[in-house]
């Protein structure tokens, strides 16, 4: 989230797209309740089913799943048509006038530089035209050809209303209406928020959804304010934690990345991540990358890491393909490739895309370890349950070893929440058996391998052997140890010009902007750095006095970075510092520092005058309408289909799918034609369930039982499907045989004349736990990717449906 969760009672409008967040985030949905009584907010809602979020929504549109670039590449159009932006703000805040390069182009589906072999980019012409300084050119007028605004003018032209209801099956009154609440909130007084979850981001256009809403967002001047943003309503209670600490294999903790393999040196890896300002004046804070990577290789290796062995740059991982993600290992798996296996509180055999691959995978394996409460579907995929599952168990060789570990609610520790709140927990509960908790695992692990190492060395001993290891009980660090080396310290004794001591030796830190590039601090992770201070435990803070009741609580736990709680909210005032809403400002320039009620996005006593942009980590100090090089597919959003969809792109049939989407050659041959699978199949989840996990709980399964589907009334007919009676729903990869529920809420859409049928497919069955045994929706998922992120295409792809007697097993 830009925002917070309290902050969503601030919106004039709320706009649900692509996400269901009633639902899936009853609790915070109060806070649009909230909106919708006290500041008379109206809420939108639009998805390809009614669902409970749209039961209390003002305004309802169906949209046929993967199709929202469209819709809202049409709203860009329509805001650029009806003159609805907010001038001044896109005009100081945005890149709109930045002059793009000769040489960029877009033709019939593909952006410039597409190497057909390759099937990817060269995406050198994706950049501004600079001056001899190294500036981008600007045209604040927007009338040079080639600026961004006319390049996005042109780039939307083809998406009229017309066109949006073809593609979306979006009935066009209905679009316009919502183009024309939408149009309101580019008032500098009004505010939108957007809230979404995986409705946009399981597709293989999925970053995109979300960028072509923040464009929405910014041309509105929606971002930054009181009651905007883009808020990513995210999924398990530590997810944004699990991002922030860079558990993706590309990511390092704090958004830095990995070394490629062919960043040889540490300055080859530095030259392409200090980003000099693209504009004069600008904070360009990733220049400070070195400050926070030397103190991360600090926090690792201690007195190891030091400047003449490149702060230990070698002993980091270096990776040879953009991305080892789940998708990636999986395949590897099924190619012999990958021998041994990790899971730690992760159930792909239920969780992730095309069931028979990833059991067929797990089969090759010589080892497999699950860290888990729970006896999980993965742990024991070598039962022979279900028709994807044909092989028999005696012939698979994995060994499998279970380790029981502990919950949540069985250990101290913090979780960091959609709105970056790092918030402390504590142990409630002993747990039970033979349970340990994951640190505890962990920490066995770490000793045994490190003795291996000094008895019998090994190819590679050195990060292993250094790492640092000071915790009072090494065999289970504790939880608030941890916290203290996540937020840094002072390692020796640092001084200002003037030789007076600024920070003694071990003094936590409270800020990242004292962290240094020579090796006297270290921290974990930057963007925690005050977390946990010599004040305490930052996180641990439940004060929740409000000032102005604008849902900031600036003293409730603590929020990265720097305890900001609106990211970007110097947008919020304009360029003399004075908010857009004087009713809900959120800082204002008080002719000699900045106040208000959140943490100002650059230091207190920058002058308005000074111009330095609220987009502090991007190089222009703006934010970014057209993405330079930072998306795979292109710098600007487009509408390209599914996978696997039941119509050809109308807009250009050649390049019909995202030319850059994570797909492997395999599981292209498993991807079904609308011949033969006519209906659009979506996954999701229910409220009465989380994931694969409360179904062994009894009160759960209690409340939902049994697998289903969702199938809507005139396609129920025309197939002669009653209520609650059995059906085989197949997909090219598989099919699941369970009960339908015939519903008033998924009707048909009319896509480009042809009507069009969506399935709806609850994601929570498995063959272990209390409820009944089902296959789970994964038998049907197609194993592709997002291109930018490799979030799997779960929320479209093509199957069939028809009536059968009953169950199969
Ligand atoms: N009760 C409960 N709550 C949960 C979870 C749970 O398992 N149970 N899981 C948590 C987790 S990990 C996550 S990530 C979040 C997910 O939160 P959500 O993303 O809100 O949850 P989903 O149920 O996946 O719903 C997505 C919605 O998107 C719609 N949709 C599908 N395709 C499209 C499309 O192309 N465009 C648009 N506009 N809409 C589309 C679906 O119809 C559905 O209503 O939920 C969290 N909350
Ligand atoms: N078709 C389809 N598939 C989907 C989705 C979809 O919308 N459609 N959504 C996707 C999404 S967003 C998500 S997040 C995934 C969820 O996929 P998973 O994360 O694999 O599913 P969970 O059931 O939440 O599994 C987490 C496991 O962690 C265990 N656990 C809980 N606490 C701890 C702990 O402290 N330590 C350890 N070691 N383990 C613990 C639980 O017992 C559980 O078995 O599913 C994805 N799959
Ligand atoms: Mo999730």
């Known amino acids: 989230m830009t925002n917070t969760w309290q902050d969503i009672k601030n919106a004039n409008l709320v706009i649900v797209m692509g996400g269901n967040a009633a639902e899936a985030h009853p609790c915070g949905f109060k806070w649009v309740v909230e909106a919708k009584i006290e500041n008379g907010a109206k809420l939108v809602v639009v998805d390809p089913r009614f669902t409970r979020t749209a039961s209390v929504a003002d305004y309802y549109a169906p949209i046929r799943p993967g199709t929202d670039i469209a819709f809202l590449l049409g709203v860009i159009r329509y805001l650029l048509e009806k003159d609805k932006i907010q001038h001044e703000y896109v005009r100081a805040y945005s890149n709109a006038g930045l002059i793009v390069k000769d040489g960029f182009g877009f033709e019939d589906g593909l952006f410039s530089g597409y190497d057909h072999e390759k099937g990817d980019y060269d995406k050198s012409s994706w950049d501004y035209e600079l001056d001899e300084q190294g500036f981008a050119k600007v045209d604040d007028t927007w009338q040079h050809p080639r600026c961004v605004m006319s390049l996005l003018r042109a780039h939307v032209a083809r998406y009229t209303p017309e066109m949006v209801s073809r593609i979306c099956g979006t009935p066009q009154d209905k679009y316009l209406n919502i183009c024309e609440m939408i149009a309101d909130t580019s008032a500098p007084d009004k505010a939108m928020t957007s809230l979404f979850a995986l409705g946009w981001t399981q597709h293989s256009v999925g970053s995109q959804n979300i960028r072509a809403m923040a464009m929405v967002q910014l041309l509105l001047g929606n971002i930054g304010v009181a009651g905007g943003g883009m808020n990513a309503l995210r999924g398990h209670s530590n997810i944004q934690g699990l991002t922030d600490v860079g558990l993706l294999s590309n990511l390092m903790p704090g958004y830095m990345t990995l070394p490629a393999d062919h960043e040889v040196t540490f300055d080859d890896y530095m030259k392409t991540r200090q980003f000099k300002p693209l504009r004069p004046g600008q904070t360009s804070y990733w220049q400070n990358y070195r400050k926070f990577f030397v103190s991360f290789q600090k926090s690792m290796f201690g007195d190891a890491a030091k400047a003449e062995n490149n702060w230990a740059y070698d002993w980091l991982p270096k990776l040879d393909i953009p991305l080892y993600d789940i998708i990636k290992a999986f395949e590897m798996m099924n190619q012999g490739e990958m021998n041994g296996y990790i899971c730690q509180g992760f159930n792909p055999q239920q969780a992730f895309p095309d069931r028979g691959k990833i059991r067929r995978g797990l089969s090759k394996l010589k080892f497999l370890v699950t860290m888990d409460p729970l006896d999980t579907e993965t742990s024991r995929f070598w039962e022979n349950f279900g028709p994807q599952n044909p092989a028999d168990s005696a012939t698979i060789q994995t060994e499998v070893l279970q380790l029981p570990t502990t919950c949540f609610a069985e250990e101290d520790g913090s979780l960091v929440n959609s709105a970056r709140w790092l918030q402390w927990h504590w142990k409630a509960a002993e747990p039970p058996g033979q349970a340990k908790s994951d640190i505890w695992i962990m920490s066995q692990l770490f000793h045994r391998i490190r003795e291996l190492y000094r008895k019998e060395g090994g190819a590679f001993p050195d990060p292993i052997l250094n790492l640092t290891w000071n915790y009072t009980d090494p065999t289970e660090p504790a939880s608030a140890e941890l916290a203290k080396d996540m937020n840094g310290r002072a390692r020796v004794d640092i001084k200002d010009a003037s030789g007076a001591v600024v920070l003694k030796a071990g003094q936590l830190l409270d800020t990242f902007a004292q962290l240094r590039d020579d090796g006297t601090t270290d921290s974990g992770c930057w963007i925690f750095t005050g977390c946990y201070t010599e004040k305490g435990n930052q996180m641990a803070r439940r004060d929740a006095s409000d000032p102005r009741e604008q849902g900031i609580a600036p003293n409730w736990a603590w929020a990265w970075p720097a305890n900001r709680r609106i990211l970007y909210n110097r947008a919020s005032a304009d360029l ?44 222009e100090g703006t934010a970014r309408l057209f993405a330079r090089d930072q998306m795979v597919e ?19 049939p050649k390049v019909s799918a995202n030319p850059a989407a994570r797909v492997f050659a395999d599981d292209r041959k498993a991807f079904g034609s609308p011949s033969e699978f006519p209906y659009v199949a979506t996954t999701y989840r229910l409220t009465e369930h989380f994931h694969f996990w409360t179904k062994h709980a009894l009160i759960n399964a209690i409340l939902q039982p049994e697998e289903f589907i969702e199938i809507g009334e005139v396609l129920a007919q025309e197939k002669g499907i009653a209520q609650g009676s059995w059906v085989r729903v197949a997909s090219k990869r598989g099919h699941v ?30 063959f272990t736990g209390q409820a009944r045994k089902g296959y789970g929706a994964n038998t049907l998922t197609p194993s592709v990717g997002d291109a930018n992120s490799q979030t799997p295409e779960f929320k479209a792809f093509l199957v069939n449906v028809e009536s059968v007697n009953g169950p199969e097993v």
């Open 737 to 766: 045989v369970c009960k339908a529920y015939v519903t008033k809420r998924i009707k048909p859409l009319s896509v480009d004349g042809k009507s069009t049928h969506v399935i709806g497919v609850p994601l929570h069955w498995g």
């Open 634 to 652: 292109g710098p600007f959003p487009e509408h390209y289909e599914p996978l696997e969809s039941p119509v050809s792109n109308i807009l250009h």
């Open 576 to 619: 003399a510092g004075n908010p857009w809403n004087p009713q809900k400002p959120v800082i204002q320039w008080d002719s000699t520092k900045w106040v208000g009620i959140d943490v100002p996005d650059y230091g207190p006593t920058v002058k308005p005058s000074e111009s330095v942009g609220p987009f502090i980590m991007n190089a």
